[in-house]
């Protein structure tokens, strides 16, 4: 079965400083990765996805994220965050085929002045 | 009017009250999911339907009766409900088993089970 790790459950981060958010997949085969955004009281956006390719792909907002295969990671970094990103991050896996779509646990990120 | 819509987004209802929430997809999508999003709990996959068949149920209790009477809805019709089945409800559409697809997700609907 597909899991999905998020080891952070809050991180503080100062407007302006880079952000890091940590993910971990378990499963077989490559599979389709997600990042999504979660303001409060609202739904999922998604940020950015990884099929395959070029490792690093590049999302909405300034988000990027990096797939390595050897670390079954896919995290998720912003070089500078501004206050309206401070929301809820899940990293999400989906089989190559199927529909079903499992979250990590989320990450709350928080920014300070 | 485009993506995913939920109605309503806020509800309370006792525990003996019957009531459904509603989701649309104005994105052509073949498949559509109910989600449950708990305080300090992750995102719980509850029902998925595959063009209009229910194609799995994650031993949620029957409580909750999903309906896809298309391709463009979803409901989820409650009854006898108990407190801690309050939570934010997740209803999301995706094109079903084509490569590079994500799922998109309406704005929830808050439930408040009292």
């Known amino acids: 079965a597909q899991s999905v790790t998020q080891p952070d459950i809050h991180i503080t981060v100062s407007e302006g400083a880079s952000l890091e958010l940590r993910c971990n997949y378990s499963y077989g085969a490559t599979p389709y990765l997600f990042w999504y955004v979660q303001s409060p009281g609202q739904g999922l956006q998604l940020l950015l996805k990884y099929f395959s390719g070029d490792t690093l792909v590049q999302g909405i907002k300034g988000f990027e994220a990096e797939f390595k295969r050897s670390q079954s990671s896919f995290n998720l970094r912003k070089p500078s965050v501004h206050w309206s990103d401070a929301a809820e991050y899940f990293c999400?896996?989906?089989?190559?085929?199927?529909?079903?779509?499992?979250f990590g646990g989320g990450t709350r990120v928080l920014v300070k002045p | 009017e485009t993506g995913v819509t939920q109605t309503p987004r806020h509800l309370v209802m006792g525990m003996t009250n019957k009531k459904s929430l509603k989701c649309e997809q104005h994105l052509g999508h073949n498949a559509m999911y109910w989600y449950k999003q708990s305080a300090k709990k992750p995102l719980e996959l509850m029902f998925v339907?595959?063009?209009?068949?229910?194609?799995e149920n994650n031993s949620v209790p029957s409580r909750f009766s999903p309906e896809c009477p298309n391709s463009s809805h979803l409901f989820l019709h409650l009854h006898t409900l108990q407190p801690e089945d309050s939570a934010l409800y997740l209803c999301a559409s995706s094109q079903a088993d084509r490569e590079g697809t994500e799922a998109f997700f309406g704005q929830g609907t808050r439930l408040t089970v009292v």
């Open positions: 999400a896996v989906r089989r190559a085929a199927g529909n079903k779509l499992t």
């Open positions: 339907y595959s063009l209009e068949e229910r194609v």
